[in-house]
């Protein structure tokens, strides 16, 4: 494993991360068996990961719970990040729902607490004194932000601080690229990636469009006519399915599993601080750790990266996955 420093703060945090939300919502990530969450966890610490990511929206509260039990003896080795949902962002509401994840993570403190959205901007002050005060009684430690644009940094940093931005990215949805990252930056914010396999689709386990879980086919790469969806659009399946298609074959020839060559390219994309994996299983974890120690070096990147570019531009500069560009909650 190596580490990189979070933004502009003293946090070092471990290239791959944990992120838990798999452990605690059954209801959204399916009843496939899984590893007990304190061999899971163990395994992660064990193999060098110290930065585990939750949030008190997943599984409602659950995947805290789990996670706070599953780190008993070994809460000091490592760095606990979490999330307040939009609705909680008020002065008062951000306290208590910090008050309450401290309960359900069984810890005094919490490393990394993350805006889990981006919300009214009018709120901002309220939220952002609150969030000083509980640094000050070392109730957190750093704040973060999670999902925000470029203007949405801007905004918040105009008046408040933050050492990183969570923000959903892979080699199927580079968004992020045009003005996200370099707005992070710029405003020396570590970029923590979520869903770097993009829910399984590069972890090349589904033989066609059809066999992807209704839950994962909601993003706008799918047709408005996929259940669960509200972007409202045609999507991009097509290309999508091109795509996939494309970075298969690299994988096979160059001998990488596609899901470890995924992890790779996105590892190394500037401005990377961690990239959080969703393991639900050791076998999975210590599959997906490969990762680490491989370099595909910068013509196999330039491949990808041309490979991956059509879907780029036609996914377009919108950081929502989830939403059109008239209703993006990212701006």
């Given amino acids: 494993m190596y580490y990189n420093t979070l933004g502009d703060s003293k946090l070092r945090v471990s290239a791959l991360s944990l992120g838990v939300w798999q452990l605690g919502d059954p209801g959204f990530w399916g009843d496939d068996e ?14 060098g990961i110290t930065l585990f990511d939750t949030a008190e929206l997943y599984g409602n509260g659950c995947s805290e719970e789990i996670l706070g039990s599953a780190l008993k003896g070994r809460r000091d080795e490592v760095l606990i990040a979490s999330k307040v949902s939009t609705q909680h962002c008020t002065a008062e509401g951000v306290r208590a729902a910090c008050e309450n994840s401290l309960n359900r993570l069984q810890t005094d403190r919490i490393d990394l607490y993350q805006i889990h959205w981006p919300f009214p901007t009018e709120d901002f002050e309220g939220v952002q004194d609150s969030l000083e005060k509980l640094r000050a009684e070392g109730k957190i430690v750093e704040v973060g932000i999670s999902n925000f644009g470029r203007r949405n940094i801007r905004d918040w940093m105009a008046t408040g601080q933050a ?9 199927l949805f580079r968004a992020p690229e045009y003005e996200m990252i370099p707005a992070c930056q710029k405003n020396k914010l570590g970029v923590l990636a979520y869903m770097p396999l993009m829910q399984g689709l590069l972890s090349g386990r589904y033989a066609s469009i059809e066999d ?7 993003t706008r790469h799918f047709s408005c006519t996929r259940e669960g969806t509200r972007h409202g659009q045609v999507g991009h399946e097509k290309i999508l399915w091109d795509t996939l298609e494309d970075l ?3 994988a096979e020839a160059i001998g990488v599993p596609l899901a470890v060559l995924s992890l790779c390219w996105l590892m190394r994309q500037p401005g990377l601080s961690s990239v959080i ?54 701006f």
């Fill in 34 to 47: 899984c590893s007990k969450a304190e061999d899971l966890v163990a395994a992660a610490i064990d193999h």
């Fill in 163 to 171: 050492v990183s931005n969570q923000i959903g990215y892979n080699m």
């Fill in 277 to 330: 994996i969703g393991s639900r299983k050791v076998e999975q974890l210590l599959f997906n750790l490969q990762a680490v120690n491989l370099d595909i070096g910068p013509a196999a990147t330039a491949q990808l990266n041309e490979a991956t570019y059509p879907l780029k531009v036609a996914l377009g500069k919108n950081c929502d996955m989830w939403e059109s560009d008239d209703n993006q909650r990212i």
């Fill in 248 to 250: 298969s074959d690299f």
């Fill in 212 to 218: 992807i879980p209704f839950q994962r086919r909601r």
